[in-house]
């Protein structure tokens, strides 16, 4: 079984609290920082571009895990990887260059991701599998909040799971991630857990403290 993750999505934080707020994520010993980069186009929201990375990247030491829901991510790359992006996921929706995306962000000695919306199958990214340190399964559409997590995604994790075999991927979920719908995306093959508005709602190390006791994180 792939070890358990937690990835806390800094959207969510307050930004005038956010040096205090991941502080409190780091002393509580979360596994990454997720960082949600939105363009406005991709999806209707706007949020964290490279600067912002660079910022955080010289300001913790947890590994930043980048979610890119840009359109044309390969216009963007570059400036991701010089800000110091640790993983950089992007969707397969939003490329006509996925293979040649994931390989650049290889080459750069980063690990790479592919993320898959809602409505795409898995069969879409059957050909990178040997490209991919991680795959991201939204269980929400992309860019939106307050959305209900989508039950329909946990046979997607479970098909991701299979195809994913004994490669050395982990398997992320992003989207209305709680303490339930974490045991039922881990139970599904999930390995790595990105929270926004549960972790961030009030008491932080609380609930980080309640997901990483029932997904057995050792702290
Ligand atoms: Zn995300």
Do not use: W
């Not at 947890?62 to 992006?85: C, Q």
């Amino acid at each position: 079984m792939r070890t358990a993750k937690l990835s806390p999505s800094l959207f969510a934080a307050n930004i005038f609290d956010m040096k205090n707020q991941i502080k409190i994520l780091q002393n509580n010993h979360v596994d990454l920082l997720h960082v949600d980069v939105m363009d406005g186009n991709f999806v209707s929201r706007m949020a964290f571009g490279a600067d912002h990375i660079r910022m955080l990247k010289e300001n913790t030491d947890i590994p930043l895990d980048v979610h890119m829901m840009v359109i044309n991510p390969e216009k963007h790359l570059e400036a991701v990887i010089a800000a110091g992006a640790d993983i950089i996921t992007i969707h397969q929706e939003a490329t006509n260059c996925l293979y040649h995306c994931l390989q650049t962000i290889k080459k750069a000695g980063r690990k790479a991701g592919v993320v898959l919306s809602p409505a795409t199958h898995p069969a879409n990214i059957e050909y990178v599998l040997d490209v991919v340190d991680m795959i991201l399964i939204m269980t929400v559409n992309p860019g939106e909040g307050g959305q209900k997590f989508l039950p329909d995604m946990l046979n997607k994790i479970r098909q991701v799971h299979a195809m994913a075999k004994d490669r050395d991927i982990d398997i992320e979920v992003d989207g209305s991630i709680d303490d339930k719908t974490a045991v039922l995306c881990r139970n599904a093959g999930a390995n790595v857990f990105v929270s926004g508005g549960y972790i961030f709602n009030n008491d932080i190390g609380q609930h980080v403290i309640k997901l990483q006791q029932v997904l057995n994180i050792k702290r």
